[in-house]
């Protein structure tokens, strides 16, 4: 019979975590944009999210808010796999179905360590490893955006609901579409650019149409994906988790054995 320190062991808000990563971020990148404006580090109209945070102090507040948000990510992807894996074994929803899911655990994972990279090497700083990461980070998370669409409508009707996957194929198109759109007017806007400090753009100079573009469109994908996220709300809300069983080994007076704790007992 269970204790009632292992009832209060058992994770029963879960759908808290989508809820939580889609707030921590809009918060972090207006702090950070405030503080990057009056520091007069960037201009205020529309600069990228990463300019906001790549300058001292506000780089450190980006790197932290980032580096949490990562680690909100990776919860979500392993909630989602996990309920995904239960239900492909329960409901037998096919060898195809449960592919996916592993390929949007990996493309999750991946994503979210492309998160850290970008959180940790500012564009002032490490510019190319900082580009690497942002694309590795957006682009991931588009294919998982992608995988986690098709494991839907293949879900349903046994599980989940038809509005919420067409809202997730509308954030998932949203988002690659915006992604391609945002980098090929960034590329542009520097081919017309005649130098000058890329963070502080202004009006007058050429190539600021296609950077504001660029810049606008980024929010949008950012959004999109953050919205897209923030879907799994629902369905989390019938996930539960125990603490795992810890197996300790030892070997007292040279004979071995093994302790099984759990909920924090022997």
């Not at 509005?163 to 954030?171: G, P, Y």
């Not at 806007?189 to 950077?211: A, I, V």
Request: contains cysteine; proline residues 3%.
């Amino acid at each position: 019979m269970r204790s009632r320190e292992a009832e209060e062991m058992i994770l029963t808000k879960a759908y808290l975590i989508p809820v939580i990563f889609g707030l921590w971020l809009p918060i972090t990148f207006i702090i950070t944009y405030v503080i990057a404006v009056l520091k007069d580090h960037v201009k205020p109209i529309l600069p990228y999210i990463s300019d906001t945070g790549g300058r001292a102090p506000e780089s450190s507040i980006f790197g932290v808010a980032l580096t949490i948000a990562g680690v909100l990510m990776i919860m979500t992807v392993y909630i989602r796999f996990r309920q995904v894996k239960n239900l492909v074994e329960e409901r037998d929803l096919g060898v195809v179905t449960s592919r996916l899911n592993n390929s949007g655990l990996y493309m999750g994972v991946l994503a979210t360590f492309g998160c850290l990279i970008t959180a940790n090497f500012q564009v002032t700083n490490a510019l190319p490893v900082h580009i690497f990461g942002a694309m590795m980070c957006f682009g991931l998370l588009i294919v998982f955006q992608i995988v986690q669409v098709i494991i839907s409508f293949r879900m349903y009707p046994t599980f989940g609901s038809k509005a919420v996957n067409i809202i997730r194929l509308i954030f998932a198109l949203m988002s690659s579409i915006g992604l391609g759109i945002s980098n090929i007017a960034g590329i542009i806007s520097l081919m017309e650019s005649e130098g000058g400090d890329m963070m502080k753009w202004t009006k007058d100079e050429k190539g600021y149409f296609m950077h504001l573009t660029s810049v606008i469109v980024e929010y949008i994908v950012l959004f999109s994906t953050i919205f897209f996220i923030t879907t799994f709300t629902g369905e989390f809300k019938m996930v539960h988790f125990q603490e795992p069983v810890l197996i300790v080994s030892y070997v007292p007076n040279g004979l071995e054995r093994k302790i099984c704790t759990k909920q924090g007992g022997t």
